[in-house]
T-cell receptor, first 113, second 111 residues
Framework: GQNIDQPTEMTATEGAIVQINCTYQ??????LFWYQQHAGEAPTFLSY????GLEEKGRFSSFLSRSKGYSYLLLKELQMKDSASYLC??????????????FGRGTSLIVHP | SQTIHQWPATLVQPVGSPLSLECTVE??????LYWYRQAAGRGLQLLFY??????ISSEVPQNLSASRPQDRQFILSSKKLLLSDSGFYLC??????????FGEGSWLTVV
């Protein structure tokens, strides 16, 4: 089975930097995803990591350490529109032998002025 | 281009009534297909996935079922809805790439 943990809620100030952590336990790791989800909408893709290290994409960066079962999403220069839920998902081996993505509960980020 | 559609977008159903949510994918072949449910303020719970026509795997025991009658069609059904079935349902697909593509979502309220 797979187990994914991330904080339930975080708050930050506009213009600041915030780091959202995700720890996981899985069988047959095959990639980690970060998604952003605004209330009432489908999730949108932010990043994908399969090798250790940092992936940078504009104001968003994602880091992975496979040996530690750990990832973080770093958001810089926070804007009010970044207030959303951030979902960590791990693609691991299911009991049926297929690689499937499992999502954590999500971290609700509140950005205030 | 690759797209995914699911419908209906919203529905209000009485307890004990049947359910059918449909999802279709365009622009790809032999995708892995998924149904997730999201309760209010919660994460995405994987309900079913399919790696091919007629192949359905269930992750959570419940009164829902899924079918894949065609390569790019995935259907979520129930014969008798429960109040606890209310939530936001998302269809998704993955291929050989590194992205999970989501449909627009379906809001189900069981009353």
């Amino acid at each position: 089975g797979q187990n994914i943990d991330q904080p339930t809620e975080m708050t930050a100030t506009e213009g600041a930097i915030v780091q959202i952590n995700c720890t996981y336990q899985t069988s047959g790791f095959n990639g980690l995803f970060w998604y952003q989800q605004h209330a009432g909408e489908a999730p949108t893709f932010l990043s994908y990591n399969v090798l250790d290290g940092l992936e940078e994409k504009g104001r968003f960066s994602s880091f992975l350490s496979r040996s530690k079962g750990y990832s973080y999403l770093l958001l810089k220069e926070l804007q009010m529109k970044d207030s959303a839920s951030y979902l960590c998902a791990v693609r691991g081996l299911s009991s049926g032998g297929s690689y499937i993505p499992t999502f954590g509960r999500g971290t609700s980020l509140i950005v205030h002025p | 281009s690759q797209t995914i559609h699911q419908w209906p977008a919203t529905l209000v159903q009485p307890v004990g009534s049947p359910l059918s949510l449909e999802c279709t994918v365009e622009g790809t072949s032999n995708p892995n297909l998924y149904w997730y449910r999201q309760a209010a303020g919660r994460g995405l719970q994987l309900l079913f996935y399919s790696v091919g026509i007629g192949q359905i795997s269930s992750e959570v025991p419940q009164n829902l079922s899924a079918s894949r009658p065609q390569d790019r069609q995935f259907i979520l059904s129930s014969k008798k809805l429960l109040l606890s079935d209310s939530g936001f349902y998302l269809c998704a697909w993955t291929g050989t790439g590194n992205t999970i593509y989501f449909g627009e979502g379906s809001w189900l309220t069981v009353v």
